[in-house]
């Protein structure tokens, strides 16, 4: 059903305003308590076999939604109500900024994928941080909260824009993202460098124990693909040395060849980052290497074209406690989690496993031997 109405109304819409739109939808939607609380019973079944432990919280499941997708913290019971495990918002940078000029969202359909140059538009820390205290929740959720650079922020006072973010937000997050790797802000990806990123982290850590001194709030850092990889094993010596709570892998690419894209040249060759099914490979290389190195030392989050509870399941075999997606949510509509839900928990029923911890890195360990 979503399939058609997706072909027939969605595709035929800018992609940035049929975003706003059915993102409005979905915000209405869980303001109705009674259509609310029916939505979550249909698209929100929960699995106790799927219950997930990870960062210090507890999650009735390991499947959540990336950042990008509710960028203002204005949708988190929406999102919840329509079966994430977990909702990550932002990314949000320290000052408000209208992100690139549009049209700067482009839907690649043959691939299933989609290619962003959205800038970080967002309200910025000091507005969303006054938005989450006010919010009064309708359904608990493991809220993460994604933060970026200012991009009039120049390179040298980059740690003191993330340390405003952290400071702002930390008191409303479960847990907090240092995203260095969007292709889309200007020198952004150069804060990956291990030179870069330690006294980066480091502030960050020290800013989040501040505004929260009772509370440890956990720390990741979201890494790009197009990482070498001993650049990959760089960050996950400096997570374990720095004691990261965890790392997301990955986040969008700005690699086209070799990704079996089939999409009109004027789509494929467009700049920003791209995500999607192309991505899943290189995705999950960077996901077992990360496990390799770290093992179960740090939480890792598999993200980049995950489309089924196939993906979510090779996912976790892989290394991953955690999974998010994003552009599978456009192309398979508000019935996509409960089915990798249910798959999830069927596969998880059909294997030696007898919990989705025990299956966590199970094929990569495997491999290692």
């Given amino acids: 059903m979503y399939q058609v109405f997706f072909r027939l109304f969605f595709r035929r819409m800018d992609p940035e305003r049929a975003h706003r739109l059915a993102f409005g939808w979905i915000r209405l939607a869980a303001r109705v308590p009674g259509l609310r609380a029916l939505a979550f019973a249909v698209l929100a079944p929960r699995y106790p076999r799927l219950r997930t432990r990870a960062l210090g919280l507890t999650m009735p499941g390991p499947f ?47 691939d299933r994928a989609l290619i962003n140059r959205m800038g970080f538009n967002n309200d910025g820390s000091a507005a969303v941080a006054a938005r989450l205290a006010a919010r009064r929740p309708a359904f608990r959720t493991t809220l993460g909260v994604n933060i970026g650079k200012t991009k009039a922020v120049p390179e040298q006072d980059a740690v003191a824009d993330y340390v405003t973010s952290a400071e702002r937000l930390a008191a409303h997050a479960d847990y907090l993202v240092v995203n260095v790797s969007s292709p889309n802000t200007p020198g952004l990806r150069d804060l990956q460098a291990t030179s870069a990123l330690r006294p980066l982290l480091t502030a960050v850590r020290e800013a989040a124990d ?43 690419t700005i690699a086209r060849e070799g990704l079996g894209l089939t999409a ?81 928990a069927a596969r998880l029923d059909a294997s030696p496993y007898a919990t989705l911890a025990d299956a966590v890195g199970a094929d990569t360990r495997k491999a290692a031997v």
Avoid: C
């Avoid at 929260?212 to 010596?237: G, H, M, N, Q, S």
């Avoid at 060759?269 to 899943?280: E, R, V």
């Avoid at 406690?321 to 249910?342: C, D, E, N, T």
């Fill in 64 to 110: 959540g939604l990336a950042a990008g997708f509710d960028k203002n913290a204005t949708g988190i019971d929406g999102l919840a109500m329509l079966g994430f495990d977990h909702v990550e918002i932002g990314t949000v940078t320290g000052r408000a900024q209208p992100g690139n000029p549009t049209p700067r969202l482009f839907r690649l359909v043959p």
């Fill in 210 to 252: 501040r505004a929260v001194p009772d509370r440890r709030v956990p720390l990741l850092v979201k890494i790009a693909p197009d990482l070498a990889d001993e650049d990959v094993d760089a960050v996950a010596d400096l997570a374990l040395e720095l004691g990261l709570d965890g790392i997301i892998a990955t986040n969008t």
């Fill in 264 to 344: 009109a040249p004027d789509l494929t060759g467009q700049t920003g980052g791209l995500s999607g099914a192309p991505l899943k490979d290189r995705s999950i290389e960077v996901l077992r290497r990360l496990y390799e190195r770290v093992g179960d030392r740090i939480t890792l989050v598999g993200v980049g074209g995950i489309e089924d509870a196939e993906d979510a399941w090779r996912r976790i075999l892989a290394g991953a406690s955690l999974v998010q997606g994003y552009s599978a949510f456009i192309y398979r509509g508000p019935l996509w989690m409960r089915a990798v839900h249910k798959g999830l």
